[in-house]
């Protein structure tokens, strides 16, 4: 074999996980790696040539896309190793109509009741109606991605000239093939690899698989009251509306987990709520005024690992963290949950409850009394019912069914949901880059001409939240100030852009004094690394959004609660902020002898693996190799009979001459 053709970079991996239950997208490669002749697989035609016994075994088909179906990939998994050894995928939207590989019940199993969740069988009474589940998938080969256009066409190129014709009689002849090398360690579920990797039990340190962990990150309205070291216990009079959203998101794929419609758009709504409620509610009306709780839950992609941990840290009275010198919050302290779920449309707004409270029937009709005031093109509608969606607020009534929470989504309609072209394109996201030209951190007037794109639809979402939650703080009509004001769409512009495009962004500059930002999105995959990116950037922003500028120097604004940021222009300024941020790691990982089967937490773990890496190679026809072979064998055979020969006569050939020659005394010293 000859594998000096060609080296195949811009190789993305399958992410391999596992719970207590089941191994999600479990791949196994074998030592030395998978390798397999190159198949383009574009059509039914090329699906059902591999389908029917075809002469050249394994192969490793080239997928497209749209033929990325759970149907074909199920039939490819079905042949065996023996004849499919691994799958590229390679980027392609031609003809692309959905792509989601998500169950139609995302976080099934962590849910209120397991009786009322919805049935992946019935797409139109689901969650996600265009999933199809292979994220659940065992694979027995490695699964790439390619998506660079160059290395895309190599291995295009090299198959349509080696492999692509006179299908039938392919062995006669040398074939494009590629090597795959991604050996995943993970072994089984969650407690059979947390077993294994238990460095007490085991002689050879060796660790197969890490818990997925992060931080969520919070911050208050109003700043709250600090207490001695030995006074943190929580006070009942102390009320919270706690308004939550998930920014996290999943993939099939490393690396790529961009989440555009499924996790930012409601990610960047909540964080437009709370850039305008803090313009417009600087500080309490009324001393009774209710506090807002913001908190921003990473892992909820994965049984809500965290919702469940902030739940957990609750109920034991350890939220927030003592060193934070305030008082705890408990679960009784909140009045009312706002769930921001997925917001597909921005049109409709479900507002979803499992229990009848008053708040949720006066939610819903103020949100259509502003949304008629100001003609949003809003509709909010009550979805009284114990089949909720998949959002954080499950964590909060599985503990207290009757607990009061609401969760705000839209109808489902993100045809590529947790995929890896769930990005600015399906978003029809376009950077209008106007933030230059003027201080988008201030409300703007929504009486002004706007644009039918997505920045505008979602600075009338977070404005009109706001509005609603500014009437349920207060009581009282907005000051005739702010009656015309909203959420500036310039910011919301500037945050798709940081979190969609490129990490070297207005935004992000103004809050870091980094002059070397890197130019990719930060990642949002809650992983196994604590410190990523985008948990870092959710806590600037949140900071930046919550603070109240303050007059003190850079050298005065070191240590929180204040934070120096270099602000607009790069001309610095100190905020008292108000944010902080906890762990969200499954309390499954922190219970001493936990039961992995008692399906009470999050248990969700990464595979550790190897580098990954690919090369191509000219494969010899079988003609050719059983050639060698056969030319190899008689070699050998010959070899073998030649020193036969050699060795019976070696008396002969190798005899001993009688030398007449005197042998010289030895030298004296």
Same mark, same amino acid.
């Given at each position: 074999?000859? !594998?000096?053709?060609?080296? &195949?970079?811009? #190789? =993305? %991996?399958?992410?391999?996980?596992? /719970?207590?239950?089941?191994?999600?997208?479990?791949?196994?490669?074998?030592?030395?790696?998978?390798?397999?002749?190159?198949?383009?697989?574009?059509?039914?035609?090329?699906?059902?040539?591999?389908?029917?016994?075809?002469?050249?075994?394994?192969?490793?088909?080239?997928?497209?896309?749209?033929?990325?179906?759970?149907?074909?990939?199920?039939?490819?998994?079905?042949?065996?190793?023996?004849?499919?050894?691994?799958?590229?995928?390679?980027?392609?939207?031609?003809?692309?109509?959905?792509?989601?590989?998500?169950?139609?019940?995302?976080?099934?199993?962590?849910?209120?009741?397991?009786?009322?969740?919805?049935?992946?069988?019935?797409?139109?009474?689901?969650?996600?109606?265009?999933?199809?589940?292979?994220?659940?998938?065992?694979?027995?080969?490695?699964?790439?991605?390619? !998506?660079?256009?160059?290395? &895309?066409?190599? #291995? =295009? %190129?090299?198959?349509?000239?080696? /492999?692509?014709?006179?299908?039938?009689?392919?062995?006669?002849?040398?074939?494009?093939?590629?090597?795959?090398?991604?050996?995943?360690?993970?072994?089984?579920?969650?407690?059979?690899?947390?077993?294994?990797?238990?460095?007490?039990?085991?002689?050879?340190?060796?660790?197969?698989?890490?818990?997925?962990?992060?931080?969520?990150?919070?911050?208050?309205?109003?700043?709250?009251?600090?207490?001695?070291?030995?006074?943190?216990a929580s006070d009942p009079s102390e009320k919270f509306i706690l308004v939550t959203t998930r920014t996290d998101?999943?993939?099939?794929?490393?690396?790529?987990?961009?989440?555009?419609?499924?996790?930012?758009?409601?990610?960047?709504?909540?964080?437009?709520?709370?850039?305008?409620?803090?313009?417009?509610?600087?500080?309490?009306?009324?001393?009774?005024?209710?506090?807002?709780?913001?908190?921003?839950?990473?892992?909820?992609?994965?049984?809500?690992?965290?919702?469940?941990?902030?739940?957990?840290?609750?109920?034991?009275?350890?939220?927030?963290?003592?060193?934070?010198?305030?008082?705890?919050?408990?679960?009784?302290?909140?009045?009312?949950?706002?769930?921001?779920?997925?917001?597909?449309?921005?049109?409709?707004?479900?507002?979803?409850?499992?229990?009848?409270?008053?708040?949720?029937?006066?939610?819903?009709?103020?949100?259509?009394?502003?949304?008629?005031?100001?003609?949003?093109?809003?509709?909010?509608?009550?979805?009284?019912?114990?089949?909720?969606?998949?959002?954080?607020?499950?964590?909060?009534?599985?503990?207290?069914?009757?607990?009061?929470?609401?969760?705000?989504?839209?109808?489902?309609?993100?045809?590529?949901?947790?995929?890896?072209?769930?990005?600015?394109?399906?978003?029809?996201?376009?950077?209008?880059?106007?933030?230059?030209?003027?201080?988008?951190?201030?409300?703007?007037?929504?009486?002004?001409?706007?644009?039918?794109?997505?920045?505008?639809?979602?600075?009338?979402?977070?404005?009109?939240?706001?509005?609603?939650?500014?009437?349920?703080?207060?009581?009282?009509?907005?000051?005739?100030?702010?009656?015309?004001?909203?959420?500036?769409?310039?910011?919301?512009?500037?945050?798709?852009?940081?979190?969609?495009?490129?990490?070297?962004?207005?935004?992000?500059?103004?809050?870091?004094?980094?002059?070397?930002?890197?130019?990719?999105?930060?990642?949002?995959?809650?992983?196994?690394?604590?410190?990523?990116?985008?948990?870092?950037?959710?806590?600037?922003?949140?900071?930046?959004?919550?603070?109240?500028?303050?007059?003190?120097?850079?050298?005065?604004?070191?240590?929180?609660?204040?934070?120096?940021?270099?602000?607009?222009?790069?001309?610095?300024?100190?905020?008292?902020?108000?944010?902080?941020?906890?762990?969200?790691?499954?309390?499954?990982?922190?219970?001493?002898?936990?039961?992995?089967?008692?399906?009470?937490?999050?248990?969700?773990?990464?595979?550790?693996?190897?580098?990954?890496?690919?090369?191509?190679?000219?494969?010899?026809?079988?003609?050719?190799?059983?050639?060698?072979?056969?030319?190899?064998?008689?070699?050998?055979l010959i070899s073998f009979v030649l020193v036969f020969l050699i060795n019976s006569r070696s008396d002969v050939?190798?005899?001993?001459?009688?030398?007449?020659t005197p042998i010289a005394p030895p030298a004296s010293c």
């Amino acid at each position: 074999m000859h !594998f000096h053709l060609c080296i &195949i970079i811009g #190789l =993305v %991996n399958f992410v391999v996980l596992g /719970n207590s239950l089941r191994t999600k997208d479990k791949i196994y490669t074998k030592f030395g790696g998978s390798s397999g002749v190159l198949h383009l697989l574009r059509s039914d035609a090329d699906l059902k040539f591999l389908l029917e016994k075809p002469p050249s075994p394994p192969y490793i088909p080239v997928i497209v896309p749209r033929m990325f179906t759970r149907e074909n990939i199920l039939k490819l998994k079905d042949l065996g190793t023996s004849v499919i050894n691994g799958i590229i995928l390679i980027n392609d939207r031609t003809s692309l109509d959905t792509f989601s590989h998500e169950s139609r019940c995302p976080n099934q199993y962590g849910g209120l009741l397991l009786k009322q969740t919805c049935d992946v069988d019935d797409p139109q009474n689901s969650w996600n109606p265009f999933g199809t589940d292979l994220m659940n998938v065992d694979f027995d080969f490695p699964i790439f991605y390619v !998506f660079q256009d160059g290395e &895309i066409k190599k #291995l =295009v %190129n090299c198959t349509e000239k080696f /492999n692509n014709f006179d299908m039938e009689n392919q062995h006669y002849r040398s074939l494009c093939s590629v090597e795959i090398n991604s050996l995943m360690s993970a072994a089984g579920s969650t407690a059979t690899c947390m077993r294994r990797s238990d460095l007490v039990r085991n002689l050879v340190p060796t660790k197969y698989c890490d818990p997925l962990k992060g931080y969520n990150v919070y911050g208050t309205l109003f700043e709250r009251e600090q207490v001695d070291d030995d006074d943190h216990a929580s006070d009942p009079s102390e009320k919270f509306i706690l308004v939550t959203t998930r920014t996290d998101t999943s993939s099939l794929f490393d690396g790529f987990y961009r989440g555009a419609m499924s996790s930012l758009v409601p990610f960047a709504t909540l964080m437009g709520v709370a850039q305008y409620l803090n313009a417009v509610l600087p500080k309490r009306i009324d001393r009774n005024n209710s506090n807002v709780l913001f908190v921003f839950f990473n892992g909820e992609s994965f049984d809500y690992i965290g919702s469940q941990r902030f739940v957990f840290d609750m109920q034991r009275n350890v939220f927030p963290a003592n060193k934070t010198h305030q008082r705890q919050i408990n679960m009784e302290n909140i009045e009312l949950m706002i769930d921001i779920g997925t917001l597909d449309d921005l049109r409709t707004l479900n507002v979803y409850h499992p229990s009848e409270f008053s708040a949720a029937d006066k939610f819903r009709e103020t949100i259509n009394a502003y949304n008629s005031a100001h003609r949003f093109g809003i509709t909010a509608i009550d979805k009284f019912q114990a089949n909720l969606p998949p959002f954080s607020a499950q964590s909060f009534l599985r503990v207290n069914e009757s607990f009061p929470a609401m969760i705000l989504t839209g109808e489902p309609k993100n045809r590529f949901y947790q995929s890896i072209y769930d990005d600015a394109q399906n978003l029809n996201f376009t950077y209008m880059n106007r933030s230059s030209e003027l201080d988008f951190m201030e409300l703007e007037n929504i009486t002004l001409p706007g644009q039918d794109n997505v920045q505008y639809k979602i600075r009338n979402m977070s404005t009109l939240i706001g509005m609603v939650l500014y009437d349920f703080i207060t009581g009282e009509e907005l000051p005739s100030e702010f009656v015309n004001m909203g959420v500036n769409v310039d910011f919301v512009d500037e945050f798709l852009h940081c979190f969609l495009v490129t990490s070297n962004c207005t935004l992000f500059r103004m809050l870091s004094d980094d002059t070397n930002l890197p130019e990719y999105p930060p990642i949002r995959y809650i992983g196994v690394n604590t410190g990523n990116e985008a948990f870092l950037w959710t806590r600037e922003i949140t900071g930046f959004v919550l603070g109240k500028k303050v007059e003190k120097s850079e050298d005065e604004c070191k240590y929180l609660p204040y934070r120096w940021y270099s602000g607009v222009n790069g001309s610095g300024e100190c905020k008292l902020t108000t944010h902080n941020y906890t762990e969200a790691i499954s309390p499954a990982f922190l219970i001493p002898e936990y039961d992995w089967t008692s399906n009470n937490y999050s248990t969700w773990t990464e595979s550790t693996w190897s580098e990954i890496s690919a090369r191509m190679y000219l494969r010899p026809s079988t003609s050719h190799e059983a050639f060698s072979f056969a030319t190899g064998f008689i070699v050998m055979l010959i070899s073998f009979v030649l020193v036969f020969l050699i060795n019976s006569r070696s008396d002969v050939l190798f005899a001993d001459s009688t030398s007449t020659t005197p042998i010289a005394p030895p030298a004296s010293c």
